[in-house]
């Protein structure tokens, strides 16, 4: 997840403004639906009047429909219609109010004023498109049609919410396409991370991504002649640091004296294995692909360490599924297992390694006192813990460099006067 942290933010910002803008819009559809209803009803406060003077001068129906038709308004008159429209409409606003009838009548005491309070409802319907007003009392009621006037039309705010929305969408894929090479460089970057020295970070845009590309193709050039340069070093310094060695081994044999024949075989054959080791962490630090990782068994590597190492027989145990398969550059890995055999044998109180499966990881166990500084200490070059042991201290970082190119790491545990090195 953490990968596509930059596009799940993106699209997250999109979400929440799609959320927000759609809440917006739906407020404000609500409320301008509502308005133009109110107003509407407002406009049309004369029907109510002309019903209140239908009922107060007891008109005639006929004189009725004449003061509505002077507006374009049209009476409901056939029942049935008007049991249909009471039925299915949909109510927009509904208002209660009294109509208030004074009459001038005489009596013994002389003229006096009658009022009649009536009650009446107003109610704004809308039915197939067209918008009526349900005017009622207690005695009657009336259905009444505008014919010039239409429901809200949706469209006044879906069309502008719609162009909002597509305008959103289009930029944000304006984004996603401008992040587009962000996601080619960084696979890029993982396979120059995996070895592959050759790939391009080149581009020919000019925004930010680009020149961020471009300079890191700039560093890779000078890298990768930086690499060439160390190899080609390390290379021709140990091949001719091979040719006096060979030499000096030759002479050593025409000495008189064994004594100093001994002594400079010694010294000639720590600088040959010295040189040797050079180059093998020379090759597993410029190791860049994995072309030579290939499926093996464990027992076979194992068995190419023991050999390797020239351990007798009775020093190595081994107890491990023969059918455990690992993917390995098969030199290298033999080499790191021959150097935890030699460290067994070389420092633990009875010269045994016991090779074994421990949860899942390969581990190799000697007895032994528990070593002296974490295990940091002696992962790093010429470091030893005993002077006096034949070694130039480059054992363990040789085998750590291995590990880490097998995406292992190196660990240690003490338990019961044991010491067990795990392959992790």
Not at 162 to 170: A, C, K, R, V
Not at 178 to 186: A, F, G, H, M, Y
């Amino acid at each position: 997840m953490r990968k596509h942290a930059v596009l799940i933010t993106v699209l997250f910002a999109l979400a929440v403004t799609l959320v927000s803008v759609s809440a917006v819009f739906w407020k404000f559809f609500q409320l301008n639906k509502q308005n133009y209803i109110n107003n509407i009803f407002t406009k049309h406060a004369i029907i109510t009047q002309i019903y209140q003077q239908y009922q107060q001068k007891e008109d005639s129906e006929i004189m009725l429909e004449a003061n509505l038709a002077v507006y374009n308004f049209v009476l409901i008159k056939q029942k049935a219609d008007a049991t249909v429209i009471l039925k299915n409409a949909k109510t927009l606003k509904k208002k209660d109010f009294q109509n208030v009838n004074a009459s001038l009548l005489f009596s013994g005491n002389g003229f006096y004023t009658q009022r009649v309070v009536t009650d009446l409802s107003a109610t704004m319907l809308e039915f197939n498109k067209k918008i009526y007003f349900h005017i009622s009392s207690p005695n009657a009621s009336v259905i009444i049609l505008d014919e010039e006037l239409k429901p809200y039309k949706y469209w006044s705010v879906i069309s502008p919410y719609l162009l909002i929305i597509s305008i959103i969408f289009i930029s944000f894929i304006l984004i996603l396409r401008r992040l587009r090479p962000l996601i080619r460089l960084r696979k890029k970057i993982a396979l120059y991370g995996n070895g592959d020295m050759n790939i391009s970070f080149k581009t020919n845009g000019q925004d930010e991504i680009a020149l961020v590309a471009n300079e890191l193709e700039a560093t890779r050039q000078k890298i990768n002649i930086i690499l060439e340069s160390r190899t080609l070093f390390l290379r021709n310094i140990m091949h001719e640091l091979k040719t006096p060695i060979a030499k000096g081994t030759i002479a050593t044999q025409m000495l008189e004296s064994q004594k100093q024949r001994d002594r400079f075989s010694s010294i000639f054959g720590r600088l040959e294995s010295l040189v040797n080791e050079f180059a093998l962490i020379e090759e597993v630090t410029t190791l860049g692909d994995k072309t030579d990782f290939k499926e093996y068994r464990l027992v076979d590597i194992i068995d190419g360490a023991i050999d390797m190492a020239m351990a007798e027989s009775n020093s190595v145990s081994v107890d491990v599924d023969p059918t455990k398969k690992i993917n390995a550059n098969y030199r290298l890995y033999t080499t790191a297992i021959k150097n935890m055999i030699d460290n067994g044998i070389k420092y633990s109180t009875d010269a045994h390694v016991k090779i074994l499966i421990k949860g899942g990881e390969l581990a190799f166990e000697s007895k032994g006192a528990c070593i002296s500084h974490p295990l940091q200490y002696y992962i790093e070059p010429f470091t030893k813990d005993n002077p006096s042991k034949n070694s130039f201290g480059l054992g363990l970082y040789l085998v750590d460099s291995i590990l880490k190119a097998h995406a292992q790491v190196l660990a240690h545990e003490y338990e019961n006067g044991t010491n067990r090195f795990i392959f992790a």
